[in-house]
């Protein structure tokens, strides 16, 4: 059993912005290592549920134990785009939703895990060990131009062409194992070092969100957060890229101004069905957040209530 801990980011204006009612329904879609999920449940009353939701089962494991004795928490393993299983019967009844993504500490420092360019360890970056295909068999069967395409838009990289042609004539002569080894071949393609960050930073968080299907997760995620919710009830959303916030903003402006109707329709505003409504302005961590805890940088929250 894994016992590293990890740093909860925002984890008080999470709560805050989360729990409206002591006696509620909630879910916390991203359990990790449960600090949310505890905050969570310093507020809730004896009547009250919080349903942690998990892809990676060592934080399955770690849950059980932590909270074995905790009656108002149970824990559900999948990918929280499959949330309504873990709710069960309860749509349109959940109180609040929280998604904190990314990952987590335990799963960047433990080298065995994959996730990480700075140690040397399988190439395997799942979240979920129990299904999918590792980091090492897709870099290592993907067509060129399909990496090229996964590096540039899920990484952002400029040299998305460059660094997949570098990886396919290494794989010719012998594939892709460890993590270490694909870092050099990406960090020999890089023509331009940036100052502060390794070469291969970006094509790891390219493979890292492809093998795990981080962004089809989230979209799903929010669109079920919809149907789930109660009225009054909040979704909460911590982001750790533009690309995660990009979306998540997105999805509350749409759903704050309802469907797109063709111009001219004798529509009243009353009448176009609105879900959401957005809670204040995007949060990030303050200096004193930051300064402790470095991964709480790139941090950005977002609140949303669903409406009547
Ligand atoms: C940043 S950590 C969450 C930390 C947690 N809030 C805490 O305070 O300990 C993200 C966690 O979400 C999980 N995760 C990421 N994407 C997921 C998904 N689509 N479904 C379920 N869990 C996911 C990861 O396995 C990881 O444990």
Redesign the pocket.
Known sequence: MSQEL?R?VLLREAVDALVTDPGGFYI??????????AAILERLNEDGRLVG????PQ?IAYARERFANEKRFSIWH????DMDMAAADRAGQVTGILL?????SP?LDQAERGFSFMQDGPLDMR?DTSRGISAAEWVNTEAEAELARVFKEYGEERFARRMAGAIVRRRAEKPFERTLDLAEVVKAANPAWEKGKHPATRVFQAIRIHV?G?LD?LQQ?LDKSVQLLAPGGRLVVISFHSLEDRIVKRFIRDKERGPKLPRGLPVMDSQIVKTLRSVGKAVKADTVEVDENLRSRSAVMRVAEKLG
């Open positions: 990890h909860s916390d879609g991203t359990f990790g290592r449960g600090g949310h999920s939701v998990d892809k990676d934080a999948g990918s929280f785009a904190d993504l990314g990952v987590s799963q979240m795990n981080e997760d995620a």
